[in-house]
């Protein structure tokens, strides 16, 4: 029994550690980096459009407030989200700021999700989550990062759906 046991604990441990190094790392930055190519179809212009209306005016509440930079074929924005602790206060849960940059180009689009940093009164980095040999370190911390990564991939998905040129219906002439 108790090597069932432990076999099982192994296993969950294992997958911890394994869903931590999921995580994409910079190697130029040595930051949490998602960053994916997107192959299109349309002009820039037109790409551009149906980013800016498909995806920021619905997935942000006000786009304008968050983009640093927007000269048509780049967008540079912050923004943030709450991550869950299981604490019942959700003003407890700690808020994570991230920089995202958007390219188009013709015929693809690269998306750039990094600068990942607790908001606190002093700023932190979210990769010193990844340090288990932090002697301050917390187990929820792994459970912190997860949440990073399904943030990036649900952020992603979004993303990519609304690249999706609309279908035009022809109405027939009688």
């Not at 550690?17 to 960053?35: G, M, Y």
């Not at 989200?81 to 188009?104: A, C, H, M």
């Not at 979210?126 to 187990?139: A, G, S, T």
């Not at 997860?146 to 035009?168: R, Y």
């Amino acid at each position: 029994m108790k090597k069932v046991a432990l076999l099982i604990v192994a296993v969950l441990f294992a997958t911890v550690t394994f869903a931590q190094s999921n995580l994409p790392i910079d190697p130029k930055t040595e930051k949490i980096c998602f960053r994916k190519v997107i192959n299109t179809v349309g002009s820039e212009d037109e790409v551009y459009n149906r980013i800016f209306s498909g995806f920021m005016n619905k997935y942000y509440k006000s786009p304008a407030t968050l983009l640093n930079q927007n000269d048509g074929r780049t967008m540079k924005g912050k923004h943030q989200f709450q991550l869950d602790n299981g604490d019942e206060v959700k003003s407890k849960w700690p808020w994570i700021t991230y920089r995202f940059v958007i390219e188009v180009r013709e015929g693809r689009v690269r998306y750039t999700l990094t600068d990942f940093m607790q908001k606190t009164q002093s700023n932190h980095t979210c990769e010193e989550w990844m340090d288990k040999e932090d002697p301050q370190y917390q187990p929820i911390w792994d459970s912190y990062l997860q949440q990073i990564a399904a943030f990036a991939e649900d952020w992603g998905q979004q993303f990519e759906e609304s690249l999706e040129p609309e279908k035009v219906i022809e109405e027939e002439e009688w």
